[in-house]
C-alpha cells in the first residue's frame, strides 16, 4: 500500500473555504492599497543568493532557503571544503540562488535596478509569498503571504500619516475594530541609551526594556545590570518602567528625558507631528499609541517604528509593522534614498477573523444554482441557460453526469448551493425552468427572465 503523501512543515493546503477567505482579506487591502495611491510591483520568488546573504544579519541569514544549483552541483565544489564538511563555505559553491525572504530587500534591489524607469516618490504595493526556514508555530509558518507597501524618495512624514491611516482603514473595512497601532521612533531610544551613556549597549538596553510586560521593572533592572548597565543609568531611565498617560502626557515625559539629546530630541518632534496630525484627522476604529518599548529591526529603521496588535482578548502576536528607513537601497549602492513601509500579516489577520467570526456569508458563497442533469437533451437547453446566466455574472453550473436525482440534490446540498434548477421534457416544451429552494423545499415554474430575477 502507498504511503500517505503529506506537506513540509510550516507550509500548509487551503480548502476552498479557506482560499475564499484569504481573498476576502487579499481584495480588502488591495483595494485599500490602490485607494492610497500605492502601484503594484512583483519580484521572482527566488533572487540571486547574493542579493539576500548579509541583509538580515546572522540569524536572517540562517533561516534563508538556499536553492542548490542544477545539474551536478558538487561537480564545481572545493574538494578541501568537502572533506572537511564546512557547510557554511560550501554553500556558496553549490547554490547560488535563494528564496526570498522577504519583499523588502528585493523591492530595494528593484528600485535600484530600475531607477531611471520609476517617478519618485515611489509607491509601490506588493502581496507575494515569502519563505523562511522557521521553528512552525501558532501564527508562525516557513511559507506565508506579506502584504507590503512602501514609500521611497521622500522624508515628508506625512507619508507615516498616511500609512497609520491605511492601517486604520484596512482593519476598519475588514471589521477587525479595536486594533492597536503602536509607534515609538528609533531616534528616541538611541537617544535614551546616549543620555544613560550607554549608546555602545542600544540593543542591550532595548532587547531588555522590550520585556518589560513580561517579567516586570525587577526582571529589567536585572537584565540591564547584567549587561553591564550601571544603576546611575537605571535610574536616569526610571520614568520608562510606569510610562502611562496620554500620548501627548507620554511625548512631554521622553522631551524632558532627552532635553539633552540632540538625535533624541529628533525623534520626539517626529513623533510629535505624526501623532498630532493623526489626532487632528482622526482614525475610524483603530487607536494610536506611544509605546516606548517598541524596537523592531532596530539595525533596520532609522525613524518610525510601528506595529500592529489585535483586539484586546485575542492571543495572537503583532499583525502589522513597518517603519521608516533612511537607506534601504544603499546595501545596493544607490545612496541617500530614504523610505517608509508597512506591512499587514495576512496568515494572523485570517486567524483572528477567524476565531472572532468576522468574515461574511458572503465570502463563502458558491454557486447560485445547479442545473440538475436529466440527459444530454436537458443538458444542452440547460447549457444555453446557464451561458446568458453567466453573461449576467449570476453563478451557476450543470451537474455533469446524468445520475439519480436524489443524488444531484444531495451534491447541491453538501456544496451549500441554495437553488436547483430542473429542467425535464415539459419545461423544454413550455420554455420554463423548474426552481426550487432547496432550503424551504418551495418550487415554482418560471420563464427565463424571472430566473435571473430570482438569481440575482
Keep these: 500500500m502507498a504511503q500517505k503523501p503529506s506537506i513540509p512543515k510550516g507550509t500548509r493546503d487551503f480548502s476552498p473555504a479557506e482560499v475564499a477567505k484569504r481573498n476576502y482579506i487579499f ?55 568537502l572533506e572537511n564538511r ?82 486604520d482603514s484596512v482593519f476598519s473595512q475588514l471589521g477587525l475594530g479595536g486594533v492597536t497601532i503602536k509607534i515609538n521612533n528609533r531616534k528616541i531610544l538611541s537617544g535614551i541609551a546616549e543620555v544613560i551613556g550607554a549608546s555602545d549597549k542600544l540593543i542591550d538596553f532595548t532587547v531588555a526594556l522590550d520585556k518589560l510586560d513580561k517579567i516586570g521593572e525587577d526582571g529589567v533592572k536585572k537584565e540591564m545590570l547584567e ?87 485575542v492571543a495572537m502576536g503583532s499583525i502589522g509593522g513597518g517603519g521608516r528607513y533612511d537607506d534601504l537601497t544603499g546595501i545596493f549602492g544607490l545612496k541617500n534614498m530614504s523610505g517608509v513601509g508597512i506591512s499587514f500579516g495576512l496568515d494572523r489577520i485570517a486567524l483572528v477573523m477567524e476565531e472572532v467570526g468576522l468574515f461574511p456569508e458572503a465570502v463563502l458563497a458558491t454557486s447560485k444554482a445547479l442545473f440538475l442533469n436529466f440527459g444530454d437533451k436537458e443538458a444542452l437547453y440547460s447549457m444555453k441557460a446557464i451561458g446568458k446566466l453567466r453573461q449576467k455574472g449570476i453563478k451557476v453550473e450543470l ?38 429552494n432547496l432550503a424551504t423545499g418551495e418550487q415554482q415554474k418560471v420563464d427565463f427572465a424571472t430566473l435571473v430575477t430570482l438569481l440575482q
Excluded at 42 to 62: A, I, Q, V, W
Excluded at 244 to 252: A, F, H, L, S, V
Design 86 to 167: 564546512d557547510s557554511l563555505k560550501l554553500t556558496s559553491h553549490i547554490s547560488e540562488k535563494a528564496l526570498r525572504y522577504d519583499l523588502t530587500v528585493p523591492f530595494a534591489r528593484y528600485v535600484v535596478q530600475h531607477q531611471n524607469e520609476i517617478e519618485f516618490p515611489f509607491k509601490r504595493y506588493q502581496i507575494q509569498p515569502v519563505w523562511r526556514a522557521d521553528r512552525p508555530q501558532k501564527g508562525r509558518f516557513r511559507e506565508f503571504y506579506q502584504c507590503d507597501a512602501d514609500v521611497v524618495g521622500s522624508n515628508s512624514l506625512w507619508q507615516e500619516v498616511e500609512l497609520v491611516q491605511l492601517y
Design 399 to 436: 451537474y455533469p453526469d446524468k445520475s439519480k436525482i436524489d443524488k444531484q440534490f444531495k451534491h447541491a446540498d453538501r456544496r451549500g448551493i441554495p437553488f436547483a434548477v430542473i429542467v425535464g421534457e415539459s419545461e423544454i416544451e413550455r420554455e420554463e425552468f423548474g426552481l426550487k
Design 227 to 313: 549587561k553591564g548597565i550601571s544603576e546611575t543609568a537605571i535610574e536616569i531611565v526610571q520614568p520608562l518602567f510606569n510610562f502611562t498617560g496620554t500620548i501627548n502626557e507620554k511625548i512631554e515625559k521622553l522631551a524632558n528625558l532627552l532635553a539633552n539629546s540632540e538625535e533624541g530630541m529628533k525623534g520626539v518632534n517626529e513623533l510629535q507631528f505624526i501623532c498630532d496630525n493623526v489626532t487632528t484627522l482622526g482614525l475610524q476604529t483603530a487607536f494610536l499609541d506611544l509605546d516606548v518599548t517598541l524596537a523592531r529591526g532596530l539595525n533596520y529603521y532609522t525613524g518610525a517604528i510601528f506595529e500592529v496588535a489585535a483586539p484586546k482578548g
Design 27 to 81: 481584495s480588502t487591502i488591495k483595494t485599500n492599497f490602490e485607494k492610497f495611491g500605492f502601484q503594484p510591483i512583483e519580484t521572482p520568488s527566488f533572487e540571486n543568493s547574493e542579493t539576500l546573504m548579509g541583509k538580515y544579519g546572522e540569524e536572517g541569514d540562517r533561516l534563508i532557503f538556499k536553492i542548490l544549483n542544477s545539474g551536478d552541483y558538487l561537480a564545481k565544489a572545493d574538494a578541501t571544503l
